[in-house]
């Protein structure tokens, strides 16, 4: 990220945190394993919880939920090679290195702050990252929650209109073409948001600051260099699957936030995945997507204040 367009995104990201009276403190945690620095965002204070976003993302996309968590000192994450955190090298990616990366990262993060054991929330292919940070660090993770359905289970998959970008040739194309509101309203549409893009539900500074991250940051590009590792041409390379076998160890409490519209796995998959975690709660939520705190925040904050 050059001078010029860093400065871009921290506009972007400055407009969208004031829009929402919000003043995080930024901490950069070198990860010495990784030869990388993690950016975590620190917002209020209280009962520690951390944050862990899906792809691609940065840890911006969690303020709406953030606002609504009032006594909580809400520690959320810029996964490596997201937003301004360091990028990393995915070069001969497989499962276990991306959990040893998940280990660095979080372990760095909860060691910086002190801290023995946290609740972690997590979304999409954040969930799945929990997931494989839990399976080695279980004593460290008190509570789960999970908003939306997670990559690499089973009954999950890759929606249509996102398969594209991980073909060959166009995998390396997509990621450097320039984002428009145009082009990413129809990425919330297919996000299964339509309902509250249409009632303008979705903060527009959101937008604003994710088109920015798209055309402002190498996030994209260092996410589809992932991602297209564990879903080679959009299908789940069979080594990198999380399996019911290993979900039917964790033992944390976990609350599983799921929408009827969520295009990357539907009701049947997330009671599937509740029957799995033995102590686990499904709650499923109307005209939301797959990113459902965007749709109902409020909500959301209230049932996971009740959870953790």
Same mark, same amino acid.
Request: charged fraction near 20%; proline fraction near 6%.
């Given at each position: 990220? %050059?001078? =010029? ?8 990201? =400055? ?63 810029? @996964? ?14 497989? =499962?276990?290195? *991306?959990?040893?990366?998940? *280990? ?11 801290? @023995? ?36 289970? %089973? ?7 996102? @398969? ?39 903060? @527009? !500074? ?6 920015? *991250?798209?055309?402002? !940051? ?10 297209? /590792? ?18 039917? /160890? ?25 029957? =799995? ?13 797959? *990113? ?17």
């Amino acid at each position: 990220m %050059n001078t =010029k367009t860093f400065n871009r995104y921290r506009a972007s990201e =400055k407009i969208f945190f004031d829009e929402n009276h919000i003043s995080p403190i930024e901490h950069l945690i070198e990860v010495k394993e990784l030869s990388a620095r993690i950016r975590v965002l620190e917002i209020g204070t209280g009962s520690p919880v951390l944050y862990i976003h899906g792809a691609p993302a940065a840890a911006a996309l969690w303020i709406p939920l953030v606002k609504n968590m009032q006594g909580y000192r809400n520690l959320i994450i810029d @996964r490596p090679g997201c937003g301004m955190s360091d990028k990393i090298n995915y070069r001969g990616l497989t =499962k276990e290195r *991306l959990q040893t990366i998940m *280990l660095l990262t979080i372990d760095s993060v909860m060691d910086h702050f002190n801290l @023995r054991q946290i609740p972690i929330i997590a979304s999409s292919f954040g969930a799945s990252l929990a997931f494989l940070y839990v399976f080695k660090r279980s004593e460290r993770v008190s509570r789960l929650v999970i908003e939306g359905c997670p990559a690499l289970i %089973n009954g999950s998959h890759v929606p249509s209109f996102m @398969r594209p970008m991980l073909l060959p040739v166009m995998k390396w194309i997509i990621p450097r073409l320039p984002a428009t509101a145009s082009i990413f309203n129809k990425i919330i549409v297919g996000l299964g948001h339509a309902y509250s893009l249409e009632h303008q539900l979705i903060d @527009r !500074t959101l937008i604003q600051w994710y088109i920015s *991250l798209f055309n402002n !940051t190498d996030t994209q590009i260092n996410e589809i260099s992932m991602i297209t /590792k564990a879903y080679p041409s959009g299908k789940i390379k069979s080594s990198f699957r999380i399996t019911d076998a290993e979900l039917e /160890k964790i033992e944390q409490p976990a609350l599983l936030l799921w929408s009827s519209n969520d295009p990357f796995g539907d009701i049947q998959t997330a009671q599937h995945l509740t029957s =799995k975690i033995k102590n686990s709660t499904l709650i499923c939520f109307e005209n939301s997507g797959h *990113l459902p705190w965007l749709d109902n925040p409020v909500r959301h904050a209230e049932e996971i204040k009740k959870f953790i």
